[in-house]
Nanobody, 119 residues
Framework: QVQLVESGGGLVEAGGSLRLSCAASGSIISINDMGWHRQAPGKQRELVARISSGGSTNYGTSVKGRFTISRDNAKNTVYLQMNSLKPEDAAVYYC?????????????WGKGTQVTVSS
């Protein structure tokens, strides 16, 4: 069993910053890609950022230059630094990880953390 637990969401004014964290725990052999997705009310879930085990990153178009994803492999943790937040960044942010466990590779998701941006 593997759990992903997000933290760091909350309410921030437009132009402000937040840092999200997601820690993976459980029967983990290794973790490949880790990432963040978000879903706003009435919209589809979209990729925010992804990072490989080697540190290669890619970002959604709307967050490039404002958000930075990083990870600490020793802690099985991924971070998302969000700067210059806009009201349209408001959403539930979900952590995702491609985890290698004893029975193979599986995709795991956290329960999400709410980010609210006031204008």
């Amino acid at each position: 069993q593997v759990q992903l637990v997000e933290s760091g969401g909350g309410l921030v004014e437009a132009g402000g910053s937040l840092r999200l964290s997601c820690a993976a725990s459980g029967s983990i052999i290794s973790i490949n890609d880790m990432g963040w997705h978000r879903q706003a009310p009435g919209k589809q879930r979209e990729l925010v950022a992804r990072i490989s085990s080697g540190g290669s990153t890619n970002y959604g178009t709307s967050v490039k230059g404002r958000f930075t994803i990083s990870r600490d492999n020793a802690k099985n943790t991924v971070y998302l630094q969000m700067n210059s937040l806009k009201p349209e960044d408001a959403a539930v942010y979900y952590c995702n990880a491609k985890v290698v466990v004893l029975w193979g590779g599986m995709d795991y998701w956290g329960k999400g953390t709410q980010v609210t941006v006031s204008s």
